[in-house]
């Protein structure tokens, strides 16, 4: 009988394989561009499956290019606990979001296979395809396709800025060929994900007990008036969106105050035509807002839109919309897998914190079909979707220990169950 807390990952093993795939789509500053789909997402992917076959795992893929690699278990009947993440990068992205979780499945698959561990159910190893978004919209693709989420026909007619469509890119790459989504029942999912935020990083915490997510609300707001003239057309003449901006802005970041746990963000905003010296006909901005209770979330939504109706009506020259573009329930993960973390961490004497995700994951997807909790590490100032992206070895490594623990527990349904070869 194996102790389950004798049992580590191999630390260098993870960290070396991180810095290899950090070459693939290699940029400055020791980030990576795979973009998901291109050639060096493509490429990402052919590396991570030698090292799968090197140690002999079968993969199998579907038709949105969703990889699972399965490491068997005793019971032939028994449905896999699903680890993994994403492969592909923002553009300018770094080195471990998504990557680590992935690379820490394997490690959890090769370390248990080191120590002739066997699971009584099975281990799938899974690569989600497009959890960033950055090049077909909407982000955590592949994961909404597997749990239904998305519909496969309309994801397949999506298409990048050139015109290139999510069919074209899984056909030139094979996976046209692949198994319906959804082929693959899993019985549970745990992520391991660096945190994307600076809170572990203050707490000094090593490990976040992720307790669910943020719920989300996005919108576009467009101000329409008429386009004219800089020069000739009086003040009192135009009907300029521009001045009513600034009520909106002071709007969305006053819900932001709502409480600690409130975010509200503009990430952009749009003059048209945009020229120095024509009166935009409209403005175009979008509005983020997030809270990780939904009644929270309903109420930041209402003020939102209540807000809004107000300032139309203090400008009657313009047509003021607000337009919800997507909206994301907040996630309450597994009480029992989320023990599963607070323990392991616990065991192996890690200092940690519970949490909630403030960034959109494929477990969010994953969570509405199956059991599902994700595990947290710091990553440096809090810093992601950059090439500047950090997380210390020993936070891998710790993160990567945790997960392999959530995979004796929950691939072994008990302690007892666990047999050794020989
Ligand atoms: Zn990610």
């Not at 997402?41 to 199998?60: N, P, T």
């Not at 007619?157 to 319906?180: F, L, M, N």
Request: one cysteine or more.
């Amino acid at each position: 009988m194996v102790k389950m807390t004798k049992i580590s990952i191999n630390p260098e093993r993870l960290w070396s394989r991180l810095m290899d795939m950090s070459e693939i789509g290699e940029i400055p500053n020791n980030g990576s561009r795979r973009l998901a789909l291109s050639q060096d997402d493509v490429d990402g992917r052919e590396l991570f499956l030698a090292w799968c076959e090197s140690r002999g795992y079968r993969a199998m893929f579907d038709k949105i290019g969703n990889l699972f690699i399965r490491r068997d278990g005793t019971d032939p009947d028994a449905l896999p606990l699903a680890i993994g993440s994403h492969l592909d990068t923002q553009p300018n992205g770094g080195r471990f979001d998504g990557i680590l979780g992935v690379l820490a499945g394997l490690e959890v698959l090769e370390t248990l296979d080191d120590f002739k561990i066997k699971t009584r159910a099975p281990i799938d190893l899974v690569v989600w395809t497009n959890e960033e978004g950055a090049r077909f919209q909407p982000a955590m693709m592949g994961s909404g396709v597997y749990c239904g989420v998305l519909d496969l026909p309309s994801v397949l007619a999506t298409t990048d800025d050139q015109g290139i469509s999510v069919a074209e890119e899984t056909a030139s790459h094979g996976y046209d060929k692949g198994c319906p989504p959804g082929f693959q029942q899993i019985e549970r999912y745990v992520e391991l994900h660096i945190e994307q935020g600076p809170i572990l990083e203050m707490e000094e915490k090593a490990i976040g007990v992720v307790t669910g997510g943020q719920g989300i609300r996005w919108y576009d707001v467009t101000l329409t008036g008429e386009e004219t003239h800089a020069g000739p057309v009086p003040m009192r003449s135009r009907r300029d969106p521009v001045p009513a901006l600034a009520p909106v802005v002071e709007l969305v970041y006053r819900i932001g105050q709502k409480d600690e746990n409130a975010r509200a963000t503009i990430g952009k905003i749009e003059t048209r035509p945009g020229s120095i010296n024509v009166v935009p006909g409209q403005v175009c901005l979008s509005v983020d807002l997030r809270h990780p209770r939904e009644a929270d979330l309903v109420a930041m939504q209402e003020a939102f839109l209540n807000g809004i109706c107000n300032i139309a009506d203090a400008h009657p020259k313009l047509e003021v919309k607000a337009k919800c573009r997507w909206h994301s329930s907040v996630v309450q993960f597994d009480p029992e897998m989320v023990s599963g973390v607070r323990e392991a961490a616990k065991q192996r004497n890690f200092p940690s914190m519970e949490i909630v995700s403030g960034a959109g994951h494929d477990a969010f997807n994953l969570a509405q079909v199956v059991p599902t909790t994700m595990i947290f590490v710091p990553c440096r100032d809090g810093i992601s979707h950059n090439e500047l992206e950090f997380t210390k070895p020993e936070h891998a490594a710790a993160g990567a220990n945790v997960l392999l623990d959530m995979a004796l527990r929950f691939a072994n349904a008990n302690q007892d169950a666990l047999q050794l070869q020989e």
